[in-house]
């Protein structure tokens, strides 16, 4: 078992930053694969960025350069840094903690809301 919480969201003006946390327990964190996904109004969650257990990094094209996943392992914690954020942005992101990336059989937190509006 591992229970996820995820926090750092809120309103943030068109080009600002944020860094989202999501700190995990319960498990071996070092074992797990770590997502980042998010949820807008009327639209299917998306996974955005994915950091492995051997910290390889993957991101969706729509984030690419804007994005930056990290894990520390010794704080059971992923990260996720947000560069220049614009309205479409606007979500609630959620972390998954998975072995292999099989998210839909992975552990989900509550998520944080990210607003970016003017």
């Known amino acids: 078992q591992v229970q996820l919480v995820e926090s750092g969201g809120g309103l943030v003006q068109p080009g600002g930053s944020l860094r989202l946390s999501c700190a995990a327990s319960g498990s071996i964190f070092r074992t797990y694969d770590m997502g980042w996904f998010r949820q807008a109004p009327g639209k299917q969650r998306e996974l955005v960025a994915v950091i492995a257990s051997g910290y390889n990094t993957n991101y969706a094209d729509s984030v690419k350069g804007r994005l930056t996943i990290s894990r520390d392992n010794a704080k059971n914690t992923v990260y996720l840094q947000m560069y220049s954020l614009n309205p479409e942005d606007t979500a609630v992101y959620y972390c998954?903690?998975?072995?292999?990336?099989?998210?839909?059989?992975?552990?989900w937190g509550q998520g944080t809301q990210v607003t970016v509006s003017s």
């Open positions: 998954n903690a998975a072995h292999g990336q099989r998210w839909s059989g992975g552990y």
